[in-house]
């Protein structure tokens, strides 16, 4: 189910074939649904999807922009109480039984050269999405629909990221800032970097001390901004 308009029509088939009922449910007016069904609206706000995945028991990202496994089965809060739930958690709770709780999707970004546009594909594999408390989001301001956790590739940002780290990049953020970390799309692949301001242009720097192998580059109007880098999971102590 890839678009809104079929994952739309599962959900109504779930509320019984009523229009009316699936807009009760997600706290909308019924000419809402009609636009999900019919195709005309690509992607569903995460406030209704969130209370349709609480009703069915379903995953709300994936209702809302098809990412991520379908049904919410996720890991377990931890007991001492940090924001991000492990990947290894052994236990699988509903989610919707958990309101506190909100998940961020693994993603591989698909990007081409030169495009400010991107799109997304859940994780193969091992791909579970991380949790975090919602306090966390609201403290600091992030859409949960503009979030989206990737793995570091390479050693270009040792040791500040190491190879295999989880990050989380917030693509509602796309503010140029001096000395911050950002996934970019430099020439068509997904790269973290951290920019730097120099005579008067940016830099995309990585944080490993071997410059010659992991030099500056210039970040021309080709490369494209993702998002900035707000929080990492490393086994690298």
């Not at 009523?18 to 019919?38: D, F, H």
């Not at 190491?162 to 990050?167: A, T």
């Amino acid at each position: 189910m890839k678009t809104l308009s079929e994952r739309a029509n599962y959900l109504l088939q779930l509320a019984g074939n009523s229009t009316k009922e699936l807009a009760n449910i997600a706290g909308v007016k019924p000419a809402s649904v009609s636009q999900w069904v019919n195709g005309p609206t690509k992607s569903l706000a995460i406030e209704p999807a969130t209370k349709l995945a609480k009703k069915f028991g379903l995953n709300a990202m994936w209702i809302s922009k098809g990412v991520g496994p379908m049904k919410d089965l996720s890991p377990s809060s931890n007991s001492n109480g940090n924001s991000l739930l492990p990947e290894s958690a052994p236990q699988l709770i509903n989610l919707s039984e958990h309101p506190d709780l909100q998940e961020v999707p693994r993603v591989k970004f698909k990007l081409s050269a030169g495009v400010s546009g991107y799109a997304i594909d859940p994780e193969d594999g091992n791909g579970k999405p991380v949790f975090f408390r919602r306090d966390w989001f609201e403290l600091n301001g992030y859409r949960p629909d503009k979030l989206f956790a990737v793995r570091v590739s390479g050693a270009s940002m040792e040791p500040a990221l190491w190879d295999g780290d989880l990050v989380v990049i917030n693509t509602g953020d796309v503010e140029l800032a001096d000395g911050e970390a950002f996934a970019l799309n430099y020439e068509g692949e997904l790269c973290i970097k951290r920019l730097r301001r120099d005579a008067g242009e940016w830099w995309a720097a990585s944080d490993n001390a071997d410059q010659r192998r992991f030099a500056p580059k210039r970040c021309t109007e080709d490369v494209k901004v993702i998002g900035r880098v707000v929080y990492k999971q490393s086994e690298r102590i």
